[in-house]
């Protein structure tokens, strides 16, 4: 079963800039490139259709797309992935950290370009209790079905397409780069012709070179990954809510009634969150948990991990995975093992 491909509710328009406004905020905010814009670009944040748990449970997500709009030849389609923010408005859709990266693509390669909130962020269904974190499912198809979106709107605004379609993101973006990618080779290989696709910096080897991460005693530069790893899994799983029915039954005291307010409330970031944390991300975690955990190959978190890594498959389009040596969030080794 496919959900259906027309997946946009509604756009409004945000905002607009000429290609010389466009240098000029670019230059102000530190995006600025060796390359001047040369597409005046309109903003757009579009609701749209997207599964939630289950492939036939669709739910409102939001996003923006940015759009070329004086380009003379047919676009291609784009698609950035955002990194990992835990207040719901860090987003695209809100002025959000990395929402002028779909400016630049737009106003300089001009690109057609798609930019997820990701479920639970932004404007999508208040119902969501938190972001399902690093979960292939829900990053993949948050991004094809905005891709989807995007070309409805396009069509309304009489923007030409040219079929081609590139994926991108960091970090967490990453991952979902990778994800998306692996998603459309596999379902929808004949309504996405991917032409480029670069992750960058996402924990993709979930099995092993993340588990290192969880498992080690050193201290860590965002303890707040790993609950939200942990959470966002928990409010999708009905496995892990089985094994282990509230946050007490996987964190320590006071970590289990103090973390899981801060995601739930999506008022926090991630570097607020922090300071509330232990520095080493076990620390919170039951010993007999991790115990379990380290033991049993069959263990529920196990189980999740490995039906979210990303390893283990062959593009068919090309790939550019890049990474940074000395990325204290994400290891590189996720790059290595994954190329």
């Excluded at 979902?176 to 929808?188: G, H, V």
Aim: glycine share 6%; proline share 8%.
């Amino acid at each position: 079963f496919q959900p259906v491909k027309s997946q946009l509710i509604s756009y409004n328009l945000q905002q607009t800039f000429t290609a010389a406004q466009l240098d000029g905020f670019l230059s102000g905010t530190g995006f600025s490139l060796p390359v001047a814009p040369q597409y005046n670009i309109a903003v757009y944040q579009v609701l749209y259709k997207t599964p939630y748990k289950h492939i036939d449970s669709l739910v409102t997500a939001s996003g923006i797309v940015v759009v070329p709009t004086n380009s003379t030849c047919p676009s291609a389609l784009g698609c950035y992935a955002h990194g990992t923010f835990a207040r719901r408005t860090e987003v695209p859709s809100y002025d959000g950290p990395e929402r002028p990266i779909g400016f630049f693509f737009a106003g300089i390669g001009g690109v057609v370009t798609a930019m997820p909130d990701e479920l639970g962020m932004g404007d999508s269904d208040p119902s969501i209790p938190i972001h399902p974190y690093i979960n292939a499912f829900h990053s993949g198809y948050a991004s094809v079905n905005i891709m989807r979106a995007a070309r409805q709107l396009a069509d309304t605004l009489g923007i030409s397409l040219s079929g081609e379609v590139a994926l991108t993101g960091y970090s967490q973006g990453g991952y979902t780069t990778m994800a998306t990618n692996k998603l459309i080779q596999e379902n929808f290989a004949n309504e996405f012709n991917i032409v480029a696709s670069a992750p960058m910096s996402g924990p993709y080897d979930l099995k092993k070179t993340m588990v290192d991460v969880m498992l080690s005693t050193a201290p860590f530069s965002s303890p707040s990954y790993l609950p939200y790893l942990l959470l966002g899994h928990h409010s999708v799983s009905a496995q892990l809510r089985q094994a282990f029915p509230t946050p007490s039954h996987i964190f320590k005291s006071p970590y289990d009634t103090v973390i899981p307010p801060l995601f739930y409330s999506k008022q926090y970031s991630t570097g607020q969150i922090d300071q509330y944390c232990d520095q080493v991300p076990r620390n919170m975690i039951l010993d007999s948990v991790i115990t379990a955990f380290q033991n049993d190959t069959l263990h529920p978190f196990r189980l999740v991990l490995n039906e979210n890594d990303l390893m283990g498959w062959a593009p068919r389009n090309p790939v550019k995975i890049h990474y940074c040596t000395a990325d204290e969030q994400v290891p590189y080794l996720n790059a290595v093992r994954a190329d």
